[in-house]
């Protein structure tokens, strides 16, 4: 069969690569020499699912009518922001721990922010929750880049 103009170099439709270590017998057997997880993949959730909380944020005032006199609508809309920035941040390829430990502290304020300036109920629970939520993401975002650069690039153990 001859080889066509999309098969590459070698002729063949699929290049043979050596088994990883792992695989093979001997010394090194139990020692993985590719990565367990890719960690671009791993914080991929936590980057689309930070982008689509950020926006929630954003546009919660509107959307639950808050009232204007009596609550901050513009602690969900400065959170929602920074969220979302460093959302974009990290997909372009910011992997730094700093980040996300900023962007915990931005799920702190928000958080606190909730309880001691938010008159109503509604502004209330969507700041806590929002809060949380982000803070959820950015531990298991922060945990994996962590992890990461603890085992040379291999990803994280999960």
Known sequence: MAPSSGEGTSGKLIDERPEPLSAQEGPG?????????SLRYDLVG??????????WLIVSPLVLGYDQDEDASWLPIAAGAL???FAILRATGVR???LHFLNMAVAVGLFVG???IAETD???WNGIVGGALVFFLAIVAATAVVQAEATDGRGPSY
């Open 96 to 98: 730094s721990a700093a």
């Open 29 to 37: 057997a139990t020692e993985p020499d590719e990565p367990r997880h």
């Open 114 to 116: 909730a309880l001691l």
């Open 83 to 85: 969220i979302v920035l």
């Open 122 to 124: 509604l502004a209330r």
């Open 46 to 55: 936590s980057v689309w699912l930070s982008i689509l909380l950020g926006l």
